[in-house]
Nanobody, 116 residues
Framework: QVQLVESGGGLVQAGGSLRLSCAAS????????MGWYRQAPGKQRELVAA???????NYADSVKGRFTISRDNAKRTVYLQMNSLKPEDTAVYYC??????????WGQGTQVTVSS
């Protein structure tokens, strides 16, 4: 059974930091591209950051320079370090693991709320 379990969300003031974690089980973690997406109320889900099996990363323009994605294959965990948070970063953040269009899995999401 595949599970992606996010943690680390919460309430933080603008300018603060949070670190999200996503622990994976049931997949060959090291071969998967792992990503973080977010969905704010009334908006579509959007890619925040992704990291490939080889360690290449890409970020949404809105978070470049503030967020950092990383992975620990030994721990089967992907992280999202979020600094200089803004109210517009408020959303439910979802972890995604993708190897192909068939092997594409989601976590349950974790709420991040940034107060002004």
């Amino acid at each position: 059974q595949v599970q992606l379990v996010e943690s680390g969300g919460g309430l933080v003031q603008a300018g603060g930091s949070l670190r999200l974690s996503c622990a994976a089980s049931g997949i060959s973690f090291s071969i998967y591209t792992m990503g973080w997406y977010r969905q704010a109320p009334g908006k579509q889900r959007e890619l925040v950051a992704a990291i490939t099996r080889g360690g290449s990363t890409n970020y949404a323009d809105s978070v470049k320079g503030r967020f950092t994605i990383s992975r620990d294959n030994a721990k089967r965990t992907v992280y999202l370090q979020m600094n200089s948070l803004k109210p517009e970063d408020t959303a439910v953040y979802y972890c995604n693991g993708r190897w192909s269009t068939v092997y594409d899995y989601w976590g349950q999401g974790t709420q991040v709320t940034v107060s002004s």
